[in-house]
């Protein structure tokens, strides 16, 4: 195995833009595979409230993240987002790639999972987004930017759905990081496929939302590997059926935000369908 442990206070680390290392002793990490450069960045919350409660569980986990953003939007870089990999995503893929920790950064937000980011915290998140597009001009930060729950969505038991509903993935966008296209109530309020669905529609939205990029196969049954897809998409694009929680259910709001990031119009899917 790669695992190794750092023994020592660590170093400032060459081309890691803005931010500056402030590690502690016990951080898991591997090097990239040779060759390897990121191709996305994985955002994620951390759940606990501050950083000292996330080291100690990252720690007990051996798990690990490049940066920490704390909620006033002090930035801390645990690991080079060019030569190192970090624990974070385990059981993962986006695209077809196996792995996400070998070609992901992956950046924790301090949030537990119920509060809105606070102003400062997105704000640091941007500058650093904006970092790396500078630091590796092709990683493509309009369609590579997901979150932790969208490269985990083919993970049995419990998976994960982080940065969660009250991330602002439209506000990112609109400075250019990651997609939005906006819905109506009457799209969203709209079902077209839930639970009990079976047959070729929900092959087609399997098909459609593993080539978006999503770890999903096509069963022709809403499993729950097609249930945590459909649920982290409703989460991103605010596209879930109303009242509903958790956002299982696929409705028109999110046919038409998938048609559009496919390039393709609703009126073709549901005509194949």
């Keep these: 195995m790669y695992w190794r442990k750092f023994m020592s206070k660590s170093k400032a680390i060459e081309n890691n833009g803005i931010s500056n290392t402030n590690s502690p002793n016990g951080k898991y990490m591997a090097p990239r595979p040779e060759g390897v450069k990121p191709t996305c960045v994985v955002i994620t919350y951390s759940v606990s409230k501050d950083i000292k409660a996330v080291r100690e569980v990252l720690d007990e986990r051996g798990a690990s993240v490049h940066y920490i953003i704390d909620k006033d939007g002090t930035q801390k870089e645990y690991h080079n987002d060019l030569t190192d990999q970090a624990f974070y995503a385990g059981k993962s893929s986006w695209k077809g790639e196996v792995g996400v920790n070998k070609f992901g950064i992956g950046v924790m937000l301090i949030n537990d999972a119920k509060s809105d980011f606070p102003e400062e915290q997105i704000g640091k998140l941007k500058e650093f987004l904006k970092d790396v597009t500078e630091r590796y001009p092709d990683l493509d930060l309009k369609n590579d930017l997901v979150g932790l729950g969208e490269v985990t969505v083919n993970r049995e038991g419990n998976a994960h759905i982080a940065p969660g509903s009250k991330f602002p993935w439209k506000e990112l966008a609109a400075a250019g990081f990651g997609r939005y296209f906006e819905t109506t109530q009457e799209q969203k309020s709209e079902l077209l496929l839930s639970l009990d669905s079976t047959g070729e529609k929900v092959n087609i939205l399997q098909e459609n939302l593993k080539e978006y990029g999503y770890g ?18 409703n989460d991103r694009y605010g596209t879930g059926l109303p009242n509903e929680e958790p956002p299982v259910s696929w409705t028109e709001a999110g ?13 073709e899917q549901t005509e194949n369908a």
């Design 255 to 267: 046919q038409d935000v998938l048609s559009q990031l496919l390039g393709q119009t609703v009126l």
């Design 216 to 233: 999903v196969e096509s069963t022709s049954t809403f499993d729950q590997f097609t249930q945590q897809a459909v649920r982290v998409f």
